[in-house]
């Protein structure tokens, strides 16, 4: 069974799945700035309305909110937008990398106690009992690491969330920064014993070298092409760079393996991000509608078959869970 955050279905009532996106994302430090940029549940909910109107007209059954918990994760309202909207909706457990993460919590109580046992428990807690008091249990384990770098505060969190994916059978999904660390924390994640059909490694769109991608497949695990749209911006590659090795990596066998989304935000907390006129011209296929609109089209033209394209989309993250 996979938890939705309106309660549990079977793998096979996904359908066709977003397996990284954000209804919600604030980087920490939003909740400083509640004066001018507060939370309004009629805005957001207007925010929302357009895009998961146009994935349910795209076929989108299902979304996975990749969003960490201190980056806003805010369960019940995740609850309410699934049952507004009639999609389902699965939520993570789990921070943020340490570089953008709110970090300050658990290296303060680092000092006194055993973090990873904490972040065990709250992990466990999360996905066997539920969020707080709402109720709504996590469907997924979120882990994120640094450019170059598996930091010490990240491994924690990797050395819990591994022994929670182990314990309840949960996905692990994760954040890699400025396509690197693939192949290390697959390695990381299979040597502490968590099965590698369960793990996807994330944002790896964001590195165009083949043998990257094949080191990382070495393991077994699965790859996510999960920020479709998301060009440029920190020296993120174009999306017909993507199309073209995606296409690579069905061809050499890996159809089986590999994941796409958006990483989309649909309400960014705090306050609206400015509008810059050059920034929106970069982020034009940013939205969820990219995937359907301009990379099925290109896979398409590479010779991908449509039914190799609905395995991604559909079949892939049934098994993840299943
Ligand atoms: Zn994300």
New binding site residues.
Partial sequence: MINTVTGPIQPSQLGKTLI???IQ?GYPGFQGDQTIGKWDREKAMDEIRPHLEGAKANGVQSIVD??PNECGRDASFLKEVAEEFGIQIICSTGFYYEGEGGTAYYKFRSAFTDIVEEIFEMMMQEITVGIGDTGVKAGVIKLATSKDSITDYEKAFFTAGARVAIATNTPIIT?TQEGTMGPDQAKLLTELGVNPNRIMI??MGGNMDIDYHLATFKYGVRIAF??CGLQMIGGMPMDSERIDLFSRLVKKGFGDRLHLSH?F?LHMLGRPIPQVPELEAVLANYHLGNIFEHIIPGLLKTGISMDQINQVLLDNPRSLFE
Avoid: K, L, S, V
């Fill in positions: 990284h996106e954000h994302f990749a969003t954040h994330g944002h999960d920020r990483d935000i």
